[in-house]
């Protein structure tokens, strides 16, 4: 059996009081080890243990998307890697409650519920909707709200819409609107008939693309510590315009960050290296907002293929990372040794961009034990010249 051919009544039996003994079990067994399953086997049917198994399996993946209550949830393995983790989620989630606090939300494609769950914290009367019967079974428990096992174009009630098609292909390493389920032609028959929703996308995914295929709103791409995790095209009352781009960072440890501007149509300002250069969060750039983040910052681009920008004043901004300028010159890696020997330096961090050279061997040549300084090389090209940069990270006040 498949992931994909989840067995309803297993599951269901399964989250039953009569099968509490076998999810007690199966969380503490090492599942790799055959006498421990063999022994399951031996008292539980087959399909119960394959469930009890797949679902401790799932619950260790949802420890880091659903800190506070993972251990509750219901859910496969596959549904859990594909489910919006909370912090994304009460982020979206948000948005509807401000605008549409009054309206029907469908979570259509809901898998497990991940994005179903924020939703109903958020205070939103929600149905959750999935062709697949156990996934949206799933996510009526773990929600506890209404589902429907059904597709998305069924006869569904009136209301505004979020929906996560899934990519029919895992192959490809870029973002291809043709390769979603349901279809393009779908997500666009589903916001012409609702107006007001929500399409989860991957952060890869190209604007004029989108419009290409009717299409249209605000598209925002989410960061989470860093690391590009959503993109969302906002439509109806839920979206600003369709020339509005959002930025977004969510963090485990600081409050949401939202940069809102027009998407960039002019090339943004360039200037030479000043005494600070300032790395920018992958959803500024991603999105089409340099030219806003060098408005507010009054900073101009190092080079404009870099994203990086440069200033003679520190900048405390949380979509920025400020490194403090210290020496700077054509690369050499012998030349780089002498002149971080000359400064103490210890933990050597490397950075480069279209793999100038191999970060994590240069790291390893240039780290030195002891209590050196720990400083931060950049190994860029400008142009036909490759420069090294070394540099001081500056820690945020904020």
């Not at 991603?286 to 870099?306: I, N």
Request: with cysteine; net charge neutral.
């Amino acid at each position: 059996m498949t992931e994909q051919q989840l067995d309803l009544d297993a599951w269901q039996t399964l989250m039953s009081d009569q099968c509490e003994s076998l999810r007690v079990k199966a969380a503490s067994i090492d599942a790799g080890d055959v006498a421990e399953v063999m022994r399951l086997r031996a008292k539980w049917d087959m399909p119960l243990v394959h469930a009890a198994l797949q679902l401790q399996k799932a619950r260790n993946k949802l420890q880091s998307k659903f800190s506070s209550r993972w251990q509750t949830l219901v859910a496969d393995p596959a549904g859990a890697e594909m489910s919006t983790g909370s912090r994304v989620g009460l982020h979206k989630a948000a948005r509807f409650a401000k605008r549409l606090p009054n309206e029907l939300i469908l979570d259509l494609c809901c898998g497990i519920g991940g994005d179903t769950m924020c939703l109903r914290e958020a205070g939103l009367k929600v149905v959750a909707v999935d062709s697949d019967e156990t996934r949206a079974w799933m996510a009526g428990i773990n929600a506890n709200c209404e589902s429907r096992a059904c597709d998305v174009l069924a006869e569904l009630p009136a209301g505004a819409f979020h929906i996560d098609p899934a990519r029919r292909s895992s192959s490809k390493r870029l973002f291809d609107l043709e390769s979603l389920q349901p279809p393009v032609s779908v997500l666009e028959s589903i916001a012409r008939k609702r107006r007001n929703g929500a399409i989860k996308l991957q952060p890869g995914v190209d604007a004029s693309e989108l419009s290409q295929h009717g299409l249209h709103g605000e598209l925002e791409i989410i960061s989470d510590e860093g690391r590009l995790v959503q993109a969302v095209l906002w439509m109806g009352a839920l979206s600003d315009g369709d020339a509005s781009r959002t930025a977004t960072i969510v963090s485990r440890s600081e409050p949401t960050a939202m940069l809102q501007g027009s998407a960039d149509v002019n090339a943004p300002p360039v200037g030479p290296m000043q005494r600070y250069i300032h790395e920018l969060d992958p959803s500024v750039e991603r999105v089409g907002l340099l030219t806003t983040m060098c408005s507010r910052t009054a900073a101009p681009m190092l080079h404009p293929a870099l994203g990086l920008l440069t200033s003679d004043d520190a900048i405390d901004d949380p979509f920025l990372t400020s490194f403090e300028v210290l020496d700077h010159f054509p690369w050499k890696l012998p030349r780089a040794k002498d002149k971080l020997k000359n400064l103490g330096a210890g933990i050597v961090e490397v950075k480069t961009r279209d793999k100038q050279v191999d970060p994590d061997s240069v790291q390893r040549e240039l780290s030195k034990p002891g209590n050196g300084p720990i400083l931060t090389l950049f190994v860029l090209r400008f142009d036909r010249e490759v420069v090294g940069i070394i540099t001081r990270r500056v820690r945020s006040t904020t």
